[in-house]
């Protein structure tokens, strides 16, 4: 082993590589140019966007689709607010990633000097946005923040981390050695009386109904037994979608924001809640669900347990143990669902209320579906196809429809998607998004190009910000600056050497989605939402 000094920004790539992460997202600059000495021997992958915060959701898109986190590097000052944005939408949606940024040298800090890059206190303002954010004045720092920063991301609610490293601190040498952390991490435990009373309260239950979030998603087949033995039906957000096959006679999938779905939940004597926040983003159509039965909930985080949602039993600990636990404690019977009905007649109700808009969307979504491999995975943006895509783009198990819901950003389909391609290249990935959303990072095309990813990008052509239109038509305001001039995408593509195709109806999308995911490159496919409307 090569126990020579190194310098601390060594350090810093060759500790990222000892504990498992292979991808690290930047810009170079002149404040993170000792970041940048250790990647070529450290093995890293380093990928170039073509701006901060596409950096931050390429990491996320990484992470949601291996599991697994990657790291970026942004410079002092401006790197570190132009990926803020980023770092909320992560910390929103409970996705871990590692941020290491530089600060101007250390006697300067809080002194205002007018340094290059100077921010009056950089790290207080990303605590501002994250729980975990510290700024290293030694190596030893360096080593045990991020040691901390990993085992945070195993050890509960995994959600971003943020290390700042003083510019005159990276080249100094230390003898620390890269080493690889110990990995194990236990999540809360139900204790045994948690059980008992959550199944007490279920057996006693007429109208039982189970909601369950991205905090579900590793427990499926725990809550396909437990809404079985319930005969019950189950309802997901759009981050918990899929964790049980949205075919099933039970599952009403991600409907919350609908009429028939909150006056069934507002009709439930007991409702068990895991993993979700049921946050004004899950429901959208108001802030709080009404609730007039007795509640249970399990998350592992402690915050979500005492929220507005008073719950009767608040079991702080993983979903799939404890699903597991109170399934044995029960035993099937014929319950609320067998009484009602399947799934499958409430949610025709809901489809019929769609407006031809909203069926032209559906349409869209349906050839998306179409031609999409089983195990592949949609990223999608803020754009109106995606809201209804939430709810109405089928699944059949979670990690397949991806949404920004929390902080819910625009700009974050293509490079979310083009991180979630380079994590697992074996995998069909496919960007959706709007014409107005999407160019908050078009210029990641260009990083799509480079990479040489095969990466189709679907732009849903209505040529205004439409939500925001009928959200004011709504309102009685009368639409303003709602309709932009929108550049010529083809045209724009083939200015960064991407393939392109125009398509005005279902199976058009379906075989351009066909060919582009066979093709290398990204391609971008525009779809004009009038075209859809006429089918």
């Not at 803020?84 to 940024?101: F, N």
Request: hydrophobic content about 45%; proline content about 6%.
């Amino acid at each position: 082993m090569n126990t020579a000094p190194s310098t601390l920004g060594r350090y810093v790539a060759e500790l990222l590589a000892a504990n498992g992460i292979t991808t690290v997202f930047g810009i170079p600059g002149v404040h993170t140019l000792e970041l940048y000495r250790g990647l070529a021997d450290s093995g890293l992958t380093h990928v170039l966007v073509r701006h901060e915060q596409a950096a931050g959701f390429a990491a996320d898109g990484y992470a949601r689709s291996s599991g697994r986190p990657a790291a970026a590097f942004v410079i002092s000052g401006p790197g570190v607010t132009n990926i803020l944005t980023p770092m909320a939408q992560a910390y929103s949606d409970s996705i871990p990633m590692l941020i290491v940024a530089s600060t101007p040298v250390r006697a300067s800090l809080g002194k205002r000097w007018g340094v290059l890059h100077e921010l009056p206190d950089q790290c207080a303002l990303v605590a501002s946005v994250l729980d975990r954010a510290h700024t290293a004045f030694c190596a030893e720092d360096v080593r045990d923040h991020i040691r901390a920063a990993l085992a945070s991301f195993r050890s509960g609610r995994p959600r971003p981390a943020y290390l700042e490293i003083p510019l005159d601190l990276l080249p100094q040498r230390t003898t620390l050695q890269a080493e690889r952390f110990d990995s194990t991490a236990a999540l809360p435990g139900a204790q045994p009386e948690e059980i008992e009373k959550a199944a007490a309260l279920l057996r006693a239950a007429r109208r039982p109904l189970v909601i369950a979030g991205g905090g579900a998603r590793s427990a499926g087949a725990q809550l396909l037994d437990l809404i079985e033995a319930l005969d019950c039906f189950l309802v997901t957000t759009a981050a918990g979608k899929g964790v049980v096959p949205e075919d099933h006679p039970g599952n009403l999938g991600a409907s919350l924001p609908y009429r028939e779905t909150q006056e069934l939940v507002a009709a439930a004597d007991v409702v068990l809640a895991v993993g979700t926040e049921l946050s004004e983003t899950d429901v959208y159509t108001t802030t709080k669900l009404a609730v007039s039965g007795r509640m249970i909930r399990i998350d592992v985080d402690a915050a979500k347990l005492a929220d507005h949602y008073r719950a009767e039993l608040a079991i702080r600990a993983d979903a799939a143990p404890t699903l597991a636990a109170i399934g044995k404690a029960l035993t099937p019977r014929a319950g609320w669902r067998t009484l009602l009905g399947d799934a499958r007649p409430m949610r025709a109700r809901i489809d019929a209320q769609f407006d031809p808009s909203a069926q032209a969307r559906m349409r869209g979504l349906k050839a998306i579906h179409e031609a999409l491999p089983a195990d592949g995975a949609v990223f999608s943006d803020m754009t109106q196809i995606a809201y209804l895509g939430n709810y109405a783009f089928p699944v059949d198990r979670p990690g397949t429809w991806f949404h920004p819901s929390g902080f819910g950003t625009l700009g974050y389909a293509l490079p979310a998607a083009l991180g979630a391609k380079i994590a697992t290249p074996e995998r069909a990935v496919i960007a959706l998004a709007g014409d107005f959303g999407l160019q908050f990072t078009l210029q990641e095309l260009m990083t799509a190009v480079e990479t040489q990813q095969s990466l189709p990008i679907v732009l849903w052509n209505n040529q205004a910000l439409s939500q925001i239109r009928d959200d004011m038509i709504a309102a009685g305001i009368a639409p303003i600056a709602v309709a932009a001039r929108n550049p010529d995408f083809p045209a724009f593509a083939a200015a960064c050497g991407a393939a392109s195709e125009q398509v005005a109806n279902p199976a058009m999308l379906s075989e351009a989605l066909c060919g582009a995911l066979k093709r290398r490159g990204p391609t971008l496919i525009e779809a004009t939402e009038a075209g859809f409307l006429a089918v």
